[in-house]
C-alpha cells in the first residue's frame, strides 16, 4: 500500500492550506484515518482523525482552525488548514489503518510528509 501525501508549501500566515493523502494498492477498507505533524526539534503529534463513519477527533489546540474530511470512495482524506500561524510550521504525515487483500490484520500505514512552512 501507499500513501502519497500533497499540498504542502510556504504559505504567510493568516493563509489556508488544504493537504491531501490518498491510499493506493490492494486495498479492503480503511477504518481511521488521520494527519499528525512533526516540527523541527519536537515529536510527532496528532492533529486530527476521521474514523470511516465520519467521526472525528482534533488536537485540542487545532480545533476550530483545522478541518479534516476523507472521500472514501478515493481512498483520500483530507486537511483542511485555515488561520495559519507560524507555529504551524511542521512536516505533517497522513496514517491510515488499512486492511490490504489477503492479509490477516489491520496495519497501520504511513504517508512520506508534506511539509508547511508559514512564514511571512
Known amino acids: 500500500v501507499q500513501l502519497q501525501a500533497s499540498g504542502g508549501g510556504l504559505v504567510q500566515p493568516g493563509e489556508s492550506l488544504r493537504l491531501s493523502c490518498a491510499a493506493s494498492?490492494?486495498?479492503?477498507?480503511?477504518?481511521?484515518m488521520g494527519w499528525y505533524r512533526q516540527a523541527p526539534g519536537k515529536q510527532r503529534e496528532l492533529v486530527a482523525t476521521?474514523?470511516?463513519?465520519?467521526?472525528?477527533t482534533y488536537s485540542d489546540s487545532l480545533k476550530g482552525r483545522f478541518a479534516i474530511s476523507r472521500d472514501n470512495a478515493e481512498n483520500t482524506v483530507y486537511l483542511q488548514m485555515n488561520s495559519l500561524k507560524p507555529e504551524d510550521t511542521a512536516v505533517y504525515y497522513c496514517?491510515?489503518?488499512?486492511?490490504?487483500?489477503?492479509?490477516?490484520?489491520?496495519?497501520?500505514?504511513w504517508g512520506q510528509g508534506t511539509l508547511v512552512t508559514v512564514s511571512s
Open positions: 494498492g490492494r486495498i479492503v477498507g480503511i477504518n481511521t
Open positions: 476521521i474514523t470511516h463513519s465520519g467521526s472525528t
Open positions: 496514517n491510515a489503518n488499512i486492511k490490504m487483500s489477503g492479509a490477516q490484520f489491520w496495519v497501520n500505514y
